[in-house]
């Protein structure tokens, strides 16, 4: 049974850093992009940053440009989201999810498969 797991998330000032980690369990993640969203309090589920199955197939939304980073490691059926400068409108719970297809996509409709999320919060 495929499932994903969220960790790392957690409360943080502004400016500083996070890192996420999504650990998929059930088959490889090998043939698959991997995505990651959140959803603020009384908003849409947005995308965030999305990683295809070939390397350097990386999308990320406009407003984490330059401050987010995503990466893979298929060895250990893994995905990664490095979050630098945080800013409090990142605050948001954040998903991993899986696509139904190799290459990477920022929207929902793309993704089959989602982990239980993990509270990230920024705050001065």
């Known amino acids: 049974q495929l499932e994903l797991v969220e960790s790392g998330g957690g409360s943080v000032q502004p400016g500083e850093s996070l890192s996420l980690t999504c650990a998929v369990s059930g088959h490889t993640l090998d043939p698959f992009a991997i995505g990651w969203f959140r959803q603020a309090p009384g908003k849409e589920r947005e995308g965030v940053s999305c990683?295809?199955?070939?390397?350097?197939?990386?999308l990320h939304a406009d407003s984490v440009k330059g401050r987010f980073t995503i990466s893979r490691d298929n060895a250990k059926n893994t995905v990664y989201l490095q979050m630098n400068s945080l800013k409090p409108e990142d605050t948001a719970v954040y998903y991993c999810?899986?696509?139904?297809?190799?290459?990477?996509?920022?929207?929902?409709?793309?993704?089959?498969?989602w982990g239980r999320g993990t509270q990230v919060t920024v705050s001065s």
């Open positions: 990683i295809g199955s070939v390397a350097g197939d990386i």
């Open positions: 999810a899986q696509a139904r297809q190799a290459s990477a996509a920022i929207t929902t409709t793309e993704y089959d498969y």
